[in-house]
């Protein structure tokens, strides 16, 4: 298990004022009453809800040409990404890596309607907590900002079933965390589904307790 950074480039692409797109120019509670439907108004709507809408850019190359250098994936290789959205990041790995096989669970049935059309017909309708997979089924699992929108007895569930369904210890995850007040702050401003507020060190004794053995990664509002 190790703390590896494939995110951060991603992440500081956006700028963002925390204070003042999601407190000032938003009623908080009712902002994230509507995002945690992951419904139209998150993904495609205003950015107070959410994404502001989420088109495919090509921002997902970079991480997939990582993800696929770091863990050797090759072709006939399956992959399941766990909280898929649209599906981009699996897309970008048909490309980076031909003749791969994909396979992207989301709890968002508008996601998975809007996805990505090459890569629709892979994906399905599901919660982290239920894997409708065999066990041991994929050589790679991936899971980037979904975790932390589950209540803690919810997210147990889903690492342990993440650990079941991989073949080796090949697995990556991304949460928000925090290191400092100020930190932690700004993720409080700019969050709207996230239930877990967790440092990295507590981030780590979930995933001893849940008997996660991949690999990790966070992201910091600094």
Not at 10 to 33: F, P
Request: include cysteine; charge should be negative; charged fraction near 30%.
């Amino acid at each position: 298990m190790a703390h590896l950074d494939f995110i951060s480039r991603i992440h500081k692409s956006t700028k963002r004022n925390y204070l003042e797109e999601r407190v000032i120019h938003c009623d908080k509670a009712r902002c994230a009453r509507i995002a945690t439907k992951f419904g139209e108004e998150y993904w495609d709507g205003e950015r107070k809800h959410g994404y502001g809408g989420y088109r495919y850019d090509g921002r997902w190359r970079a991480l997939a040409e990582d993800l696929a250098r770091h863990y050797r994936i090759k072709e006939r290789d399956r992959i399941l990404d766990v909280g898929c959205g649209k599906g981009y990041l699996l897309y970008e790995f048909t490309q980076v890596v031909p003749g791969v096989e994909v396979a992207g669970l989301d709890i968002s049935t508008y996601a998975i309607s809007h996805a990505k059309e090459e890569i629709k017909p892979f994906l399905s309708q599901g919660n982290a907590t239920d894997l409708p997979y065999p066990a041991k089924s994929f050589d790679f699992v991936v899971s980037i900002n979904t975790l932390h929108n589950l209540y803690v007895h919810d997210l147990e569930k889903a690492l342990k079933e993440i650990e079941r369904v991989a073949r080796e210890n090949k697995k990556y995850i991304v949460m928000d965390s925090y290191r400092t007040e100020e930190e932690k702050v700004n993720l409080l401003y700019w969050q709207l589904t996230c239930e877990c507020f967790f440092t990295p060190e507590e981030w780590c004794w979930v995933f001893d307790k849940a008997g996660y053995r991949g690999d990790f990664g966070f992201i910091y509002y600094e």
